[in-house]
């Protein structure tokens, strides 16, 4: 085949799906021109119409508000997971179901912030207080720990610790690990 011969029979296939488009588009026109709503723009197949819709509507014929539409905050990208649900996928330094608070790193906080425990960071996750084994609390705030009482012999008694208290020796004083709610010198205190 000369090659004049091959690109006239490319432009008439060319102009042939062209001609379809054409076709097919106005019948979305003679159907009902609001046919999709919502800016939605009307296709025809041979199987019937269809509608393009833009990303914040859904549906058939573009009738519901997506579920994704501004459900991502701070310029999240929505998706649906396998069940449906939309979910996002958040900037690097964002973090939340919808994105909505800066990750905690180790270099945002002061050095004192974990004190005295001490700050840890794991990819993909947000950082957070480890916590020396006498501390608890978010930021390691509060010590398990009574104050060191001297006593005359120096050492703990079966006795010595109230309310299932652990005592240690710590040379001629003592120390009370106190169980929650307990705590003062000898965990005497209820502390609710």
Partial sequence: MPNS???????LVELAQAEQIQVRNSLCSLLDPDYCKNGGICYATEQGFGCHCPSE??????EHRSPCYQYCLHGGLCYFTNNG?????CQPHLEGDRC?????????MSA?????????TIPDSPSYCQCPPAFIGERCETSLISTTTKTPSGSCTPTTCKNGGVCRNIGN???CYCQKPYSGTNCQSYAG
């Fill in 85 to 89: 649900q939309p979910k996002c996928f």
């Fill in 173 to 175: 004083s003592y120390l």
């Fill in 57 to 62: 509507y859904t549906g058939e014929r573009c």
């Fill in 100 to 108: 909505e608070r800066n990750k905690t790193t180790c270099s945002m």
């Fill in 5 to 11: 011969e091959k690109n006239e029979t490319i432009n």
């Fill in 112 to 120: 004192d912030y974990c004190k005295p425990g001490a700050c840890v």
